[in-house]
């Protein structure tokens, strides 16, 4: 698959989860073999992907100062994002996500995460903007992005959903919290909510919208989707028999239904015609089929 040499001139700001994926391979017992370590995080990720298709992509992002954390930043910096709104302070936080692949005694290949913090310390740690940083951020814009992109429920990311939707900025939430008040917060100032069945298989939360599109991932069945309340259309899966690693198919998902909408003016969801729809969503679970076939998140840009 061969990158985008241009820019399509279309801006994402994405703010959310940016840890760094620490890839390994355990073969033995006291075989641990690193693969790689790169941005990760369902924000990580598709900042990264959008500006590998050509996108300008703004990562907002509040990372510490620690050695993993200005990594980090020269990272989204490799990939072609524009770091302005990233910043690497004390009272930053920093993840450091341990993806360990292994054989299981019954040959199936299995995965085991662990997170903790570059200083010491097995937590999540990452830092979400405060509703004055947020508002500070919005404000210091020159120009509104095309889109805003955000993985996390906080108070700050739901306030700028707020703004960027209340100008017409198309607003993607893809949730990995459960449904409470600010979930729900979340999805009424969202335009597109993409999910999957394994963390939210009840869609009830879904009802009474006539102006979303919500997306629902279910693995090996494709998915469906509803568009603007209407009833829910599943499509088929795209196979694939090599398949060796699922992490980041979901991120390829969202990134590519992105830059496939882009393709076509990013038409609103008022006015997106389900075939032009079904046809983004089926080259994304394509893509995201593709990236099976390969080691990691970003595995097929690395390939």
């Known amino acids: ?38 941005v990760g995080g ?22 510490d100062d620690s050695e993993v954390g200005l990594r980090l930043k020269t990272d989204l910096e490799s990939y072609g994002c524009d770091t302005r709104y990233l910043s690497n302070t004390p009272d930053g936080g920093t993840t450091i996500l341990d993806i360990i692949h292994k054989t299981g005694r019954d040959g199936k290949q299995k995965t085991a995460y662990m997170a ?30 095309d889109i805003f992109f955000f993985d996390r429920c906080a108070p700050g990311n739901i306030l700028l959903a707020q703004l960027f939707h209340e100008r017409g900025v198309l607003v993607y939430y893809e949730p990995n919290e459960p449904v409470d008040r600010n979930f729900l917060r979340a999805v009424d100032v969202s335009d597109i909510v993409k999910f999957s069945n ?41 196979w694939n028999s090599n398949a060796i690693d699922g992490e980041g198919a979901g991120d390829w998902t969202s ?40 080691i990691g998140a970003k595995g097929l840009i690395h390939h």
């Open 1 to 38: 698959m061969n990158k985008v040499n241009e820019m399509n001139g279309l801006t994402c700001l994405g703010a959310g989860t940016f840890p760094l994926d620490n890839l390994m391979m355990k073969r033995s017992q006291d075989d641990v073999v690193t693969i790689y370590q790169h």
């Open 42 to 63: 369902t924000a990580g990720n598709v900042m990264s992907i959008l500006a590998w298709y050509g996108w300008h992509t703004l990562p907002a992002a509040r990372l």
């Open 116 to 145: 903790h913090s570059p200083r010491g310390g097995r937590f999540v740690n990452h830092r979400f903007w405060t509703l004055k940083q947020a508002q500070t951020l919005f404000d210091s814009l020159d120009q509104m992005p």
């Open 198 to 238: 394994e963390r939210h298989p009840d869609v009830s939360f879904t009802e009474g919208y006539s102006d979303k599109l919500f997306i629902q991932t279910m693995n090996q069945e494709g998915l469906r989707y509803c568009l603007r309340g209407g009833v829910w259309k599943q499509l088929p899966p795209v």
């Open 255 to 294: 990134s590519t239904l992105i830059h496939e909408l882009g393709k076509h003016g990013l038409p609103r969801i008022a006015d997106i015609q389900a075939s032009i729809l079904e046809d983004c969503l089926m080259e994304a679970q394509k893509v995201a089929s593709e990236s099976v076939s390969y």
